[in-house]
């Protein structure tokens, strides 16, 4: 695989003004990358000024979150016919916080991903286990479940669209407690696994990117790591000298 992707969800963090700032630097930077697919996912109040910003650069914009249908009653949900109207590359699904908080499910998470592919922007799916999974050793039976049902009825042509984030529950937030090199490198090598028995070859093309508690100290380490095929990065990500060191690094050390 011979991208390596690199980005970064904002939550529910920057202003308009701050995120303007910030990616007008972001855009300096990724003039300079040549081995990195960039991208970043602000909130929905900034998405068309990020947008617009962005226009002829190498940087892709996605979106935190979307409903599955076009259109409809459900209010202060936001639908793919607008994301795709304003020009977003990627759409996140699943993340554990929308989980947690908002009661999503893997099967609700399917009629996203479907929605996407349909509306031509590329589905990050979020998957992960939490800490009592990993404590009673299901954290893969519960990767694979989420996997199945997440990509339930995609056909090999729709799956080379779709990325997936590895993202242990334990391993992010604020209190959240980085993993292993080791037990990342195994987890994504089961993943890998397990996306070939679903989708024969074609579950060689689709990026795994890991996330969890990815900071200065750690980053390069998970790049090298097999099947890491990108970083899904928070906190460290947010300030843009940090973010800068990355992406720098990165762009010099990664090769695939």
Not at 158 to 170: D, G, R, S, T
Request: charge should be negative; aromatic fraction near 8%; charged fraction near 25%.
């Amino acid at each position: 695989m011979n991208k390596f992707w690199v980005g970064t969800n904002w939550k529910m963090t920057k202003t308009i003004a701050e995120g303007s700032f910030y990616t007008k630097e972001l855009k300096k930077i990724a003039e300079k990358l040549s081995n990195i697919e960039l991208f970043i996912i602000p909130s929905h109040t900034s998405l068309v000024s990020i947008k617009e910003l962005t226009e002829n650069s190498k940087i892709h914009i996605g979106a935190q979150n979307m409903h599955w249908e076009s259109e409809g009653a459900y209010t202060g949900e936001i639908s793919p016919t607008m994301l795709h109207e304003i020009g977003m590359n990627i759409v996140e699904l699943g993340h554990s916080e929308r989980r947690q908080y908002y009661n999503e499910t893997d099967e609700s998470i399917n009629k996203k991903v479907i929605a996407a592919l349909k509306y031509g922007m590329k589905p990050l799916v979020c998957i992960g286990e939490n800490s009592t999974q990993k404590k009673n050793n299901i954290s893969k039976e519960t990767l694979a479940a989420q996997l199945i049902v997440c990509l339930k009825g995609l056909t090999a042509e729709q799956v080379k669209h779709v990325m997936i984030a590895y993202e242990p529950v334990w391993a992010i937030g604020e209190d959240g407690t980085p993993a292993d090199a080791a037990y990342v490198e195994e987890i994504h090598g089961f993943l890998r696994e397990k996306l070939k028995d679903l989708f024969d070859s074609k579950g060689n093309d689709i990026p795994i990117l890991y996330g969890g508690s990815v900071n200065k100290e750690n980053f390069l380490e998970y790049s090298k790591l097999q099947d890491v095929n990108g970083l899904f990065i928070g906190r460290a990500a947010w300030d843009i000298e940090s973010f800068r060191v990355i992406l720098h690094t990165l762009n010099s050390q990664v090769y695939r």
